[in-house]
């Protein structure tokens, strides 16, 4: 069972930046895909970025294009997020997620997904 903490999350001014960080525990960190998806108030909940376990690959939701990078450091059990420019509709909670270990593809919906963190607020104020 793998468990993940996400941090970093806040308040802050349009064009501002932050950083997530995700801490995982309970598996091997370096088999998983991890992902990235937010919530913003009233819609659904949707994918934002993902890196592969295999080779770093990476993938990202048109609207965060050249704004957000994920990373991760496998000696640290933890990926992030950093986001620059930020805009208001940046505005959600931000869930990392892990695939369920040594996925082909690099998933970009909910059910790629097996394990999520409880999320962390990111509020971007105009």
């Known amino acids: 069972q793998v468990q993940l903490v996400e941090s970093g999350g806040g308040l802050v001014q349009a064009g501002g930046s932050l950083r997530l960080s995700c801490a995982a525990s309970?598996?091997?960190?370096?088999?998983?895909?991890m992902g990235w998806f937010r919530q913003a108030p009233g819609k659904e909940r949707e994918f934002v970025t993902a890196?592969?376990?295999?080779?770093?690959?990476?993938f990202y939701v048109d609207s965060v294009k050249g704004r957000f990078t994920i990373s991760r450091d496998n000696a640290k059990n933890t990926v992030y997020l950093q986001m620059n420019s930020l805009k208001p509709e940046d505005t959600a909670v931000y869930y990392c997620?892990?695939?369920?270990?040594?996925?082909?593809?690099?998933?970009?919906?909910?059910?790629?997904?097996?394990?999520w963190g409880q999320g962390t607020q990111v509020t971007v104020s105009s």
């Open positions: 309970g598996g091997t960190f370096s088999s998983y895909s």
């Open positions: 890196i592969s376990w295999s080779d770093d690959s990476t």
């Open positions: 997620a892990a695939d369920s270990g040594r996925m082909i593809a690099l998933g970009i919906f909910e059910y790629d997904y097996a394990y």
